[in-house]
């Protein structure tokens, strides 16, 4: 039998490692597990929003300058249309999930969490995990192992199936970003993301609803067809990866936890990407795991879990909402486009740079006199 950890996190991608990290910074000894070779890789819309790049501060993670890049706001895209705003207090960073996890890693190793890459979680028991060398025994398992979660399986924790089918796919392109913001194109069906990544690389991740893209193709080129102002960027600039996709997004949980047993990042749930959130939720909710673990109290995990996704899941919601509804959502863009300083307020708010409440009365009387006059 191995040696006994306070903390086996299985899952050694941004999720896991930054629960780790910070677990380390509160004394806890932790190993991860993962089956995969780092640095590694995922299909990711690579954008980090301010209070994700907070967060990233406070674990000490360090990412290259010259292998990521600022953004200052969010611009939205709906053929004539264009709503731009910049975040009302700090700033996104762009970054290639392999940079990012090489810096994850890093800072794990020199905290002295003990990673354990090339080997793969077999079973969930009470007292920790068997791998093919052995059972690995811990006060808390910490399952971060993605969309498909084999812990969250093996816990009995699978939600419902979901009729809803969305799905992405990234590649990445030698080219100076051309704008300081993230860029949200609307297709039909499709969402085309644009991150600067590097002083002269940008990310393309598109997502898609089946079954509204059957008939047209998913392929990328395909996909990219919807987009011709992307398309009019990229004409004859180099490919600098292999596409990577995922899906599908929507994953439902009965719970968060169960026993000693947590779940953190996509493994704990994910409604979709569409609102770019999902690093910055992850952080969130490792430093509320890690609170917990300090009370070993997993139920108060619960409660700051729902309470951390409650505002995200509900812009997000919104916002698939509208990529259903095109006409509406012209109508809204046209609103923020023609009031960027309430567009900033509602980035502020889907960052955590700005309370719900300081959108105030006027916020909402302005938005709904925009669509009214349309």
């Known amino acids: 039998m191995s040696p006994a950890a306070d903390l086996v996190v299985v899952g050694g991608g941004p999720a896991g490692l930054a629960t780790a990290i910070r677990a380390r910074q509160k004394g806890f000894q932790v190993t991860v597990l993962d089956r995969g070779t780092p640095p590694i890789d995922k299909a990711c819309g690579e954008g980090l929003m301010p209070d994700a790049v907070q967060r990233l501060d406070e674990l000490g993670v360090v990412l290259d300058p010259q292998r990521s890049a600022a953004f200052q706001g969010i611009r939205y895209l709906d053929a004539d249309l264009v709503a731009e705003a910049r975040f009302p207090g700090g700033q996104g960073l762009g ?3 392999l940079d990012l996890h090489q810096a994850f890693l890093h800072r794990a190793q020199s905290l002295g969490v003990q990673l354990r ?7 969930l028991h009470d007292d ?10 811990a006060s808390w398992v ?5 969309l498909t979660s084999r812990l969250r399986k093996w816990a ?3 939600g419902r199936p979901t009729k809803q089918r969305r799905f992405g796919v990234r590649r990445h392109f030698e080219v100076k970003p051309w704008a300081p913001f993230v860029e949200v194109h609307w297709g039909d069906g499709c969402e ?11 990310g393309v991740a598109i997502l898609w609803s089946e079954p509204a893209r059957e008939a047209q193709g998913t392929g990328f080129e395909k996909l990219l067809s919807q987009f011709p102002a992307i398309r009019s960027h990229l004409e004859g600039v180099p490919t600098l990866s292999r596409d990577r996709g995922c899906g599908p997004l929507h994953q439902r949980v009965r719970a968060v936890h169960r026993g000693n047993l ?8 994910y409604l979709d990407a569409i609102t770019g959130e999902g690093l910055a939720l992850a952080f969130h909710q490792s430093f509320a795991l890690v609170e917990a673990l300090e009370k070993a109290d997993l139920a108060a995990y619960g409660r700051r879990h729902r ?7 509900h812009l997000t919601a919104i916002v698939l909402w509208l990529e259903a509804h095109p006409r509406i959502r012209r109508r809204l863009l046209r609103a923020l486009a023609e009031d960027p300083e309430l567009f900033s307020r509602f980035l502020g708010i889907h960052a955590r740079t700005l309370r719900p409440g300081q959108l105030g009365l006027s916020g909402i009387w302005r938005l709904v006199r925009g669509l009214a006059v349309q």
């Open 95 to 97: 970054v290639r999930r």
């Open 117 to 123: 890459f090339r080997e793969k979680a077999l079973a």
């Open 128 to 137: 920790g995990v068997e791998t093919a060398s052995g059972r690995l025994t």
């Open 142 to 146: 910490v399952g971060a192992d993605g």
């Open 156 to 158: 009995g924790l699978e």
């Open 192 to 202: 085309a993301y644009v991150t600067p990544v590097g002083p002269q690389q940008v």
């Open 262 to 269: 947590a779940l953190v990042g996509d493994a704990s749930g």
């Open 307 to 313: 309470k951390i996704g409650q505002i995200p899941n």
